[in-house]
């Protein structure tokens, strides 16, 4: 096949089941009846199945720790741990 | 085998005391069997059925403050755990009566609802009041003195220490706070009850006062700092606050502005009553207790020119 702009030798790729024509020589796209549909579904699936962002975490002062260094101590939720227990929990 | 001398002589009077004024209290049960909460410290506190009788501290800030704090308690019954009754005096011991509230459990704390009662408290309108000022956190001052004057942690703390500012060390007037609000003064997980229609109430109005806002999220905000707890807990008592229009949530950029030096004070006091309680138990400091040195040390790190 050969590129309607530039009469360059178009050469097809296999872009997760889309067929693509490239020319080799003005590097144009060239998508059958269909393909840019195809493309767009993928890209909708894509952006719905990447990670909703982390939700911000809080502020802290400069000598805040690396959050999350002491959770989850050996698997027991960190609230039962006696010392844990003490400090929110008295005085 | 050798007589000892009977040490329960003087405690189970006061004991017998307290519950009979249990029993015989509004609310109370005159068959209900005591269950002790709480006898550390100089304290007792028994429930008898469905109330609670506590006997305060030997010389702990009894008489006229007390009676307003309770007062205070008993005109905000939607936010404090009302009392039943005045104080009262037996023996050597100031006592008070409260109603019996379900303790926070340690599974899933209500951090929301915690922090809409703080700010709820933080908006009262005071001056109908006439609670003492809340002036400065003395049990910090009072942990690090008791510390052994050998030890690398201790050393980490009293360096720590040494770098507040005086007032709050109690070494200078402590400065008028800038939005005086109603606070707690003392408000940690401890201080939430359940009552029987399942709302919250805070309890223990002793350190109840008129003072800088701030201090009443010392305590989690020094654990969320020192990274004992989690982001997500510090998150949601924050959030909880806000909604409720918690005066001391000022735009993310400014929060720290006002909680730092509570923040550091409050990891300060409880590295101290860490270090001192494995010190006596001779044992070694575990995981947590040694975020909380690290955290003096961090805050001593980067502390800058030395505050005033």
Known sequence: ?91 | MRMLPDMSDAPSALDAELVAIGRAAPGGDPDAEPVTLYDRHGVLVLRVGGVVVKAHQAGRDTGPPLAARMAAAAALPELLLPPVGPPRRVRDRVVTVWPYGEPVGPEDPPWEEGGRLLARLHLTDHRRLTVPRWERPVRAARAVARLSPDGAAERVIREAFAGLPAWVRGEAPAPPPPRPTLIHGDWHLGQLVRMPDGAWRMIDVEDLGIGDPAWDLARPAALFSAGVLPPEDWSRLLAGYASAGGPAATPEGELWDRLDIPAQTLAIQIAATCVISARSAGRPLDGFEDALVDACSRISATRGSPRT
């Open chain 1, 1 to 91: 096949m050969q590129c309607p702009k530039c009469r360059g030798a178009m050469r097809t790729y296999d872009r997760n089941g889309v067929h693509i024509e490239q020319c080799e020589m003005c590097r144009g796209i060239f998508l059958d009846y269909g393909e840019l549909e195809a493309l767009t579904r993928m890209q909708q699936q894509y952006m719905q199945a990447a990670p909703p962002p982390p939700p911000a975490a809080p502020a802290a002062p400069a000598w805040g720790a690396a959050p999350q260094v002491h959770h989850h101590h050996h698997g027991t939720p960190y609230y039962r741990h006696r010392s844990v227990f003490h400090m929110l929990f008295s005085t």
